[in-house]
């Protein structure tokens, strides 16, 4: 992993990403990009309002960029380069994506449902139009070694098992123990595809040192949650879908609040 993409907003929840980012970027001799993009303010009619032009946001952008990535350098050592856009982030963050060979892009996300401007609905657009993995950084997460790394899976789909790279690199280069966690409706057995989902990831898995986990629950995110709780893993793991946008097990509803209520970092794996 050679190169991390960091957005931020400059605010409290982007900033712990940002600390979150440089000190992966440390552990593993990888270079953060530090990015931050900016949209013109459209006016309302009869509001009173100031006109702003794009050099004085553009100027606030690198002085704060600048401020944050001298921050982060200086308290770490690392390589930090940093990038003021004009456009819409998750457009911006996609581009650069193919312009700069970015290896993982990290995000920051408040707790409790609440969102800063970068993050929140730019995560989600982000996580649908990146083909890189996304690691989600609750503002409360903070950097530790992934002594433990759990990936949760209903083993629905025969993906392309290239889009496991990320997660193979920091579970070796941390050497973690990784828990399949499989989570199934109560009472329910597995059918035909999931057995044969199973059987095709265990040459993956097998490179790991895993242990393998089924919880039944009549709430996915419950009952994932619950498990998250009694073993308290450093990260979460996740595989989304190109035609699926987010996997069978969550859904696009129990994804997003994953996403808003985890206090673990979240990985998201692209299989696109």
Same mark, same amino acid.
């Given at each position: ?16 990403? &940002? ?32 006109? !702003? ?10 002085? +704060? ?9 200086? $308290? ?10 004009? +456009?819409?982030? %998750? ?38 139009? $990146? ?14 070694? =992934?002594? $433990? ?12 098992? &290239? ?20 989570? %199934? ?15 095709? =990831? ?12 089924? !919880? ?15 073993? %308290? ?40």
């Amino acid at each position: 992993m050679n190169t991390i993409l960091v957005p931020t907003d400059l605010s409290p929840a982007a900033q712990n990403a &940002t600390n979150y980012a440089g000190r992966l970027c440390k552990e593993l001799g990888a270079k953060m990009i530090l990015l931050h993009v900016y949209m013109l303010p459209v006016p309302v009619a009869e509001m009173p309002y100031i006109m !702003v032009t794009p050099d004085e946001m553009h100027k606030a952008g690198e002085d +704060g960029l600048r401020k944050e990535a001298d921050r982060v350098a200086g $308290s770490l050592g690392i390589d930090i380069e940093w990038l003021v856009r004009l +456009g819409l982030a %998750s457009d911006e963050i996609r581009d650069i994506e193919k312009e700069r060979h970015i290896d993982l892009v990290v995000m920051g996300m408040k707790g409790g449902g609440q969102i800063d401007q970068i993050i929140g609905s730019t995560t989600s657009a982000v996580v649908r139009k $990146s083909h890189n993995a996304v690691l989600v950084v609750p503002s409360v997460a903070r950097f530790t070694s =992934l002594q $433990s790394v759990c990936y949760a899976t209903d083993f629905s789909y025969q993906m392309n098992l &290239t889009c496991f790279q990320s997660l193979k690199l920091l579970v070796n280069h941390f050497k973690s123990q990784l828990s399949v966690v499989y989570i %199934s409706k109560s009472g329910k057995v597995m059918s035909p595809d999931q057995i044969a989902g199973k059987q095709r =990831l265990e040459p993956v898995l097998n490179e790991f040192v895993y242990s393998h986990h089924t !919880v039944e629950a009549n709430d996915i995110e419950h009952g994932l949650q619950q498990f998250i709780e009694a073993q %308290s893993p450093d990260m979460l793991a996740m595989v989304i879908h190109k035609h699926n946008v987010f996997e069978r097990l969550f859904g696009t509803h129990h994804t997003m609040t994953m996403m808003y209520q985890i206090r673990i970092p979240l990985l998201i794996l692209q299989d696109k």
